[in-house]
């Protein structure tokens, strides 16, 4: 490449991936990234907003690989994750794209839908008078 040829740039496709049909290599296809789309990560900071306000989570990091994405949530920053929510677009069809798993790496809930994965980190023990 020389200093007068442009810098090819590769627009992103709808749900975060990386187009892989971009002009300038030939026969070189980079695989498609996974990631969190912004109605994924609306759906995941919504629940993440209220259980930091509630004072029971303080941060958080976002982990992108080639075969999925990872929300990981901690209760304190220098600890194990308390949850990891992963999306792995190859379970899509048989068990559901989205997980919740605990720190021992026990799924606690996988399905189609965020929201309803996401459901499981909402309950709670409550007392009853």
Do not use: C, T
Request: aromatic share 8%; no cysteine; proline share 6%.
């Amino acid at each position: 490449m020389s200093e007068s040829e442009p810098i090819p740039f590769r627009p992103r496709a709808a749900g975060g991936e990386i187009s892989s049909s971009h002009g300038g290599s030939k026969g070189r296809d980079r695989p498609a990234v996974i990631a969190f789309n912004r109605e994924e990560l609306d759906a995941i900071l919504a629940v993440y907003g209220r259980k930091v306000a509630a004072g029971e989570w303080r941060d958080y990091a976002i982990d992108i690989q080639s075969d999925k994405a990872v929300f990981s949530i901690y209760r304190r920053s220098s600890e194990w994750p308390v949850y990891r929510i992963e999306k792995s677009p190859p379970l899509a069809r048989r068990q559901g794209a989205y997980s919740v798993m605990a720190p021992a790496g026990l799924i606690l809930k996988r399905g189609h839908d965020l929201r309803r994965v996401l459901g499981v980190l909402e309950s709670g023990v409550r007392i009853v008078e």
